[in-house]
């Protein structure tokens, strides 16, 4: 560099820049590897193939759906709609495919194209209208969730065979040599299922310049529209995307459990949110990614897994998560907070 | 001059209260750098938002290239040549250098894909023409004023702007920085690209400007080529009165010691620092931009951690380790940075200026007694001169100069026996900017002992009973302010970063 160059960089290599590398790394991983050595000491049932993949298939709705809930997050914005979404998809597949089965690849099409619609209506909204993302998805998740009451009051109908082996179905056992006992499986459906959609989505999120607006619309919104952006746009996008994962989490619900049940999906809006907020991704916006939700998403699997291994009783999971969503956002608080003082 | 190339005409914004821009009319040819002064609530950054498409007027007409455009919002304005770059940085903090600098275009691969690697490279061609290095992968969270400064100008420059809207782009660079920016301004005038550059800095305007527009009011005052002007004339006609006294005379410091730094020590940042602040004098704090000043000043009123050293207050040593044991032992602080330290943008001018106090106004009682809230805040708007239209309105909607008043002012109310301010008068006009130094003398004049931490030359030697000068995070120089020169000064401040090897220096 010649002497006229203003060099700006000074970056010593240090002890503290290791200790911040090890700070900036989620508390959802700490808490997923801590978890899982807790529950593989004292569970001898916990590290057999069929637990975990018990594990895998009670995780997948909440994986889905947490895709989409960072999404929002990312652009500042957050979906409370998502499980009145899950519950209409419930419905409205399984009352569909119970009085026309062959018509079953149709209402999978239905369904997502319900998703569209919700998606649009709250990215028009909160993008164009520009309302309070928190209020408007609360409006729309109570409309979604009378009209779904509406359909089914009682859990009913029911799906197609071949629909339910979506969500049981296995492929594998595949030969290993490194595994013990020289196989590696079953490997379950849901598995792939997360592995491809988690790949995906933070390719986009990462790799592709809609992703790189995503996050540049929720760290500074004024900026980005200075810049080019079609913020409302991108934001129309962000909320069709969140109510299409709902509907995917929705029929991957409705395969598992046979049927419809308008009230089933009522715990993932706050599930998936104590998921976005354990994975790192911030309230305000702009900061996050999709792996560190994954891995909330497996601690909460986990933590509820052993709390069923005990017979703890389910009031007390809904107490466990709330402390655990508050002590997520106290985390993420203590994370930001040296960096602004 | 050529033919006028962008054409402003009969340009009216009105805001609730107050009309921004009225019927201003201003045309610019190609290879033409205009330069736009005028005090701040002028009218400048309004005007300029309106032809960057990030406001639209309410009556007026926009000509490009002989032709009428229409468009309403920034991504329209940029497809038309037409970009600026903002005082207030439009920048994302989360980003790194390269995703800011090429937001909006950036270059894509198969499948929507960032192509990571032209973007950093066209990001680093930006920063090299302005004679930069600055890593693109670092975030832009981690970067100082400066480099932020320097991002934002990058980002204008890629985008090959017809009309470059440049508002206070020097405002937190250095000597050297500043020269570079000028450099590029002359080499984008021989592109044929129009330029229109914002500026409190004479110097700048008689540098480069061709012609000078000033406003007033929201008015247009006049057009001239910038040789027939000279730097009195133009903030004769910027305030509309001549500016006499310009820096108030100084007092006579007690040599009671209020406050005092010894042995004060960060990593990397701060070396052997050893300070002492008297009651009743104005201490300039000089030095090139980030020599450690900035840092030195967060310490002092406990903002930042620091490695080792001691505080005495009175002789006495105390703890500052938070804001609230510095205010607690009567330290108050004016951040360089008000938007993000100094203010509460979006509620009333009202509110900021009890915010520090409320504790005491209060005498302990839940409530906050409005009554006495609000004659307190009157009387400190009253004495500020803040110009408001009603008290409650947001400090958003405030011009820089006014805001800054208010952060000053919400100080004050807790009346501290310290004060320690950092940039006080970056980006505002020279209205404010004489009121501001009126108001930091008066305070010494009651006592109260003041560190100024300031860049800018003519401030630090018209303000400063004492004058400290630090370089590479140590102090290097001390001298007496009324007897300092500008040559003493750069000298002092420019020993060390000139030279390679660290040589200790003696002041």
């Known amino acids: 560099?010649?002497?006229?160059?203003?060099?700006?960089?000074?970056?010593?290599?240090?002890?503290?820049?290791?200790?911040?590398?090890?700070?900036?790394?989620?508390?959802?991983?700490?808490?997923?590897?801590?978890l899982l050595i807790v529950a593989a000491a004292s569970q001898e049932r916990f590290l057999t193939g069929p637990n975990l993949t018990n594990l895998i298939r009670n995780s997948t709705v909440l994986g889905i759906v947490t895709i989409g809930q960072i999404a929002?997050?990312?652009?500042?914005?957050?979906?409370?709609?998502?499980?009145?979404?899950?519950?209409?998809?419930?419905?409205?597949?399984?009352?569909?495919?119970?009085?026309?089965?062959?018509?079953?690849?149709?209402?999978?099409?239905?369904?997502?194209?319900?998703?569209?619609?919700?998606?649009?209506v709250n990215g028009f909204g909160i993008g164009y209208l520009r309302l309070n993302p928190l209020i408007f998805t609360l409006a729309s998740g109570t409309a979604i969730q009378g009209l779904t009451l509406h359909l089914l009051y009682s859990p009913g109908g029911s799906v197609t065979r071949e629909?339910?082996?979506?969500?049981?179905?296995?492929?594998?056992?595949?030969?290993?040599?490194f595994c013990p006992g020289g196989t590696l499986g079953p490997i379950p459906y849901a598995a792939i299922y997360l592995l491809v959609l988690y790949v995906v989505g933070t390719w986009v999120l990462k790799r592709t310049v809609f992703g790189l607006a995503v996050y540049a619309v929720g760290g500074n919104e004024a900026s980005a529209r200075l810049s080019g952006l079609r913020t409302e746009r991108i934001k129309l996008a962000v909320y069709i995307l969140s109510s299409i994962f709902a509907v995917l989490g929705g029929l991957f619900l409705a395969s598992r459990i046979g049927s419809g049940d308008p009230l089933v999906g009522d715990p993932y809006t706050l599930d998936s949110i104590t998921a976005g907020v354990l994975g790192g991704t911030s309230l305000f916006g702009g900061v996050g990614d999709l792996w560190g939700g994954l891995a909330a998403v497996l601690t909460l699997g986990v933590l509820s897994t052993m709390l069923n291994f005990n017979n703890v009783s389910p009031f007390y999971q809904f107490i466990i998560k709330g402390v655990i969503l508050i002590g997520a956002l106290a985390i993420g608080y203590l994370r930001t907070r040296r960096k602004t003082v | 001059m050529s033919e006028p190339f962008l054409e402003m005409?009969?340009?009216?914004?009105?805001?609730?209260?107050?009309?921004?821009?009225?019927?201003?009319?201003?045309?610019?040819?190609?290879?033409?750098?205009?330069?736009l002064v005028g005090e701040n609530g002028a009218g400048k950054s309004t005007l300029i938002k309106i032809l960057a498409g990030?406001?639209?007027?309410?009556?007026?007409?926009?000509?490009?290239?002989?032709q009428r455009v229409r468009y309403d919002s920034p991504v329209e304005a940029l497809r038309l040549g037409i970009g600026a770059i903002y005082q207030e940085f439009n920048l994302v903090p989360q980003l790194n250098v390269a995703q800011n600098i090429m937001l909006g275009q950036v270059p894509k691969k198969w499948g929507g894909q960032v192509d990571t690697e032209a973007m950093h490279r066209r990001a680093r061609e930006m920063l090299a023409r302005l004679n930069v290095s600055l890593d693109t992968r670092r975030l832009v969270a981690d970067l100082d004023v400066a480099q932020q400064q320097v991002v934002e100008i990058a980002k204008g420059l890629a985008r090959d702007l017809r009309v470059f809207i440049m508002d206070e782009p020097t405002a937190a660079l250095s000597a050297v920085e500043t020269e570079h920016l000028l450099d590029v301004v002359r080499a984008l005038k021989q592109q044929g690209v129009a330029i229109i550059y914002i500026t409190h800095r004479m110097r700048e305007i008689f540098q480069i400007a061709d012609s000078v527009t000033i406003l007033k009011d929201g008015r247009h005052v006049e057009t001239s080529p910038a040789r027939s002007l000279t730097s009195d004339a133009i903030v004769a006609k910027m305030i509309g009165r001549d500016?006499?006294?310009?820096?108030?005379?100084?007092?006579t410091p007690a040599?009671?010691?209020?406050?005092?730094?010894?042995?004060?020590?960060?990593?990397?940042?701060?070396?052997?620092?050893?300070?002492?602040?008297?009651r009743g004098e104005i201490l300039g704090i000089a030095g090139l931009e980030g020599q450690g000043q900035r840092e030195l000043a967060r310490i002092m009123f406990g903002a930042l951690p620091y490695d080792r050293g001691t505080f005495l207050r009175n002789g006495q040593p105390i703890r500052l380790s938070s804001p609230s044991d510095a205010i607690r032992a009567g330290i108050a602080y004016v951040s360089d940075d008000r938007k993000r330290d100094g203010l509460v943008l979006i509620r009333s001018a009202n509110e900021n200026i009890a915010l520090p106090s409320l504790s005491r106004r209060t005498n302990g009682k839940i409530l906050i007694d409005e009554k006495t809230e609000r004659s307190f805040v009157h009387h400190l708007i009253d004495r500020l001169a803040i110009k408001v239209t009603h008290r409650s309105q947001k400090v958003n909607n405030l011009s820089g100069g006014n805001q800054q008043k208010i952060v000053v002012g919400k100080w004050l109310g807790m009346?501290?026996?310290?004060?320690?301010?950092?940039?006080?008068?970056?980006?505002?006009?020279?209205?404010?900017?004489?009121?501001?130094?009126?108001?930091?003398r008066d305070l010494a004049n009651q006592g109260v002992g003041i560190v100024m931490v300031s860049s800018e030359l003519p401030e630090i030697l018209g303000m400063s009973d004492r004058i400290l000068v630090m370089a590479e995070g140590r102090i290097v120089a001390e001298m007496d302010g009324t007897t300092a020169t500008e040559e003493q000064l750069m000298a002092a401040a420019a020993i060390h970063s000139v030279s390679d090897t660290s040589v200790p220096v003696t002041s």
């Open chain 2, 9 to 35: 005409r009969n340009i009216v914004k009105t805001y609730p209260g107050v009309r921004a821009v009225d019927n201003v009319t201003l045309s610019v040819g190609r290879g033409e750098i205009r330069a």
């Open chain 1, 163 to 177: 629909f339910r082996e979506l969500s049981r179905g296995a492929i594998g056992p595949f030969d290993c040599s």
């Open chain 2, 243 to 251: 500016l006499t006294d310009y820096y108030p005379p100084r007092g």
């Open chain 1, 72 to 120: 929002t997050m990312l652009v500042a914005g957050i979906d409370l709609s998502v499980g009145s979404v899950i519950s209409l998809t419930t419905v409205i597949a399984a009352l569909q495919m119970e009085s026309h089965p062959e018509a079953t690849p149709g209402i999978v099409l239905l369904c997502l194209l319900i998703g569209l619609l919700i998606g649009a």
């Open chain 2, 54 to 66: 990030a406001e639209q007027a309410d009556a007026g007409e926009i000509w490009l290239g002989g």
């Open chain 2, 255 to 278: 040599s009671e010691v209020l406050f005092s730094v010894r042995d004060l020590n960060v990593a990397g940042k701060l070396f052997d620092i050893n300070l002492d602040v008297r």
């Open chain 1, 1 to 34: 560099m010649s002497s006229s160059v203003t060099t700006l960089t000074q970056q010593p290599f240090s002890v503290r820049s290791v200790t911040r590398l090890l700070g900036r790394i989620g508390p959802a991983y700490y808490a997923l590897l801590i």
């Open chain 2, 415 to 440: 009346e501290p026996q310290i004060l320690i301010v950092s940039e006080p008068t970056r980006g505002i006009d020279v209205g404010s900017k004489s009121e501001i130094h009126h108001i930091l």
